[in-house]
């Protein structure tokens, strides 16, 4: 009996990452798992670590660490066989598995190994090669050489994806719009917005299938609106703990091309006690100013009576005694002896 194209496409599974990417598989032969998404932003040179789940299991046969944008496969990690590294990353991966945690290290990362990273798992079931696709890690890569708001990723995206504003200085509690806007040609199939610096993170991913991620960070505090090549996100009730670089993403072209905005916003909340505290400080410290300024006066002003006081005492004792000097010395005057008269 012949087999049709899905069942062979069903009993195929790529065996190295050298293979083609791997095709989707239709009904319960495709499942997803773990389907949360973290961010990793780096400086180039440094290393990336990614997370994926593998287990001991019969029907456990490897597990592929690969790209969503320009797809590859950048390990192959079997079961009971050597891993397969890609030729790209022969020389700058490696791996360490403890229970059913299996961590890829990505060593001396470049620009060019900025992408969305999936942990794929393979099982056994029913006779056939079943995909779980996991957990999707983005990573983003910066050039030491460029200033820290400049996230080039691939010069082939670079300035293809703008963002406005540049700079926010808002107060707590209060909200903020973030444009990221697509300044080509270039046909969007996804664009996300990012915290790349403090705390780096998603915030908000919308396909042009117009299917819809929002990140736990902002839960209950975004809303968003899209119109052909424009994202305008709303952040609401800002604290301080959102203090960050916000950097737009988008992958385009079908999966051909990561493009990252080359200026990030840079997000700056001010807490509303901590103004309040601020204003009442001065305030305080106004009072203090205008307080020992009066004393100063007021002993400034005891301290010349008190002056003036001896000076005038000073003056009056001065002439009284030249008074009784000059009494004294008049009864001391040489009189005429009488006596000597008389005889």
């Known amino acids: 009996m012949r087999l049709s194209e ?8 790529p065996q190295t990452p050298d293979s083609p990417f791997l095709p989707m598989m239709s009904g319960e032969e495709n499942a997803f798992l773990e389907q949360s998404t973290d961010v990793v932003s780096v400086w180039e040179g440094d290393s990336v670590s990614i997370t994926c789940s593998m287990y001991d299991s019969e029907n456990e046969l490897g597990m592929y660490l690969r790209t969503r944008v320009q797809p590859e496969n950048v390990l192959y990690v079997p079961k009971d066989k050597k891993p397969t590294a890609n030729k790209a990353f022969v020389d700058r991966i490696k791996y360490s598995k403890e229970g059913a945690k299996l961590t890829v290290t ?5 620009e060019s190994d900025s992408n969305f990273y999936l942990c794929t798992r393979f099982i056994m079931r029913n006779d056939h090669h079943v995909r779980l696709d996991g957990k999707t890690t983005i990573v983003v890569v910066k050039a030491p050489v460029v200033p820290p708001l400049k996230l080039g990723i691939n010069k082939r995206g670079a300035g293809i994806i703008e963002q406005s504003p540049l700079v926010v200085d808002i107060q707590q509690g209060q909200s903020l719009n973030i444009t990221c806007a697509l300044n080509s040609s270039y046909k969007d199939e996804e664009i996300c917005l990012l915290k790349t610096h403090t705390q780096p993170e998603g915030v908000l991913c919308v396909s042009s299938q117009k299917a819809l991620e929002i990140f736990p960070v902002f839960a209950n505090r975004l809303e968003y609106s899209k119109e052909e090549k424009k994202l305008v996100i709303t952040l609401h009730n800002l604290q301080q703990s959102d203090n960050d670089v916000y950097v737009c993403a988008a992958v385009l072209n079908n999966s051909f091309l990561f493009s990252v905005s080359q200026r990030g916003t840079m997000v700056m909340v001010k807490g509303g006690e901590e103004t309040a505290f601020t204003n009442s400080s001065w305030a305080y410290y106004g009072l203090i100013i205008m ?39 008049r009864n001391t005057f040489v009189k005429p002896n009488v006596y000597n008269d008389c005889t």
Do not use: I
Request: charged share 30%; with cysteine; net charge positive.
């Open 106 to 110: 990505l060593l001396n990362v470049r």
């Open 6 to 13: 899905e069942e062979k496409l069903r009993k195929k599974m």
């Open 291 to 329: 307080a020992v300024l009066l004393l100063s006066v007021l002993m400034c002003y005891a301290l010349y009576r008190v002056h003036m006081k001896k000076y005038f005492q000073k003056r009056k004792t001065n002439a009284v005694y030249e008074d009784m000097s000059y009494s004294s010395r």
